[in-house]
């Protein structure tokens, strides 16, 4: 489980996150959404331990972020916004090289590469050096290299971007086996339609602060629309209305 509250950060003069507050639980998939600059990375990047916040606190499984990170940096597989892969390296090798990190053995390494590799459909990919990847196989990199030393808890920033209709599916149904075996997956993303077919619970963020969390039945009810993306676009309308009062 992953719990933040009242996470505050400013860069300058502007803040950025200004008192973001939620839970994503065990066995569930929580989108966090937002328009462009409403503090939805800044947030993962914090929560991940890549910042550091100006004032509030993480918890991942019950272990304060800013107390022992590298604790909590174990208990999370993380898909940032920058993939960040070796291009020297092919992409099995890459997703080996992170499992060693994480401390698997040569042996576990490969294992558990290979079954992420079948997972993702990644074969004809798998030994060709990510120099030149697209990007929807740098993101299909990025997200076994996240997975692979079997993580409680699942951040990923926008993984469906670049994807093609196939890997989509498959990155579905990675999510959907990750919920059903009781993880915590948390994703931000822009696709509405993964927010619809995939989310448990929803976070919208506006002006570095939660302006909504609940059910996508919950969100469509407070907005009065019949459907995720317009319950959204209704309530960020809204929050930009009392932003300007």
Known sequence: MIEVRDLVKSFGSVKAVAGVSFTAHDGQITGLLGPNGAGKTTTLRMLYTLMQPDSGQIRVDGVDAAADPMAVRRRLGVLPDARGLYKRLTARENIRYFAQLQGLDAQQARARSDELIAALDMAALADRRTEGFSQGERVKTAIARALVHDPRNIVLDEPANGLDVMSTRG?????????????????????????AVLCDRIVIIAHGRVVADGTPDELREQSGQANVEEAFMKIIGASALQGLA
């Open 171 to 195: 990155l579905r149904e990675v999510l959907r086996g990750l919920r059903a075996e009781g993880r915590c997956v948390l994703m931000s993303t822009h696709i509405m339609q993964e927010v």
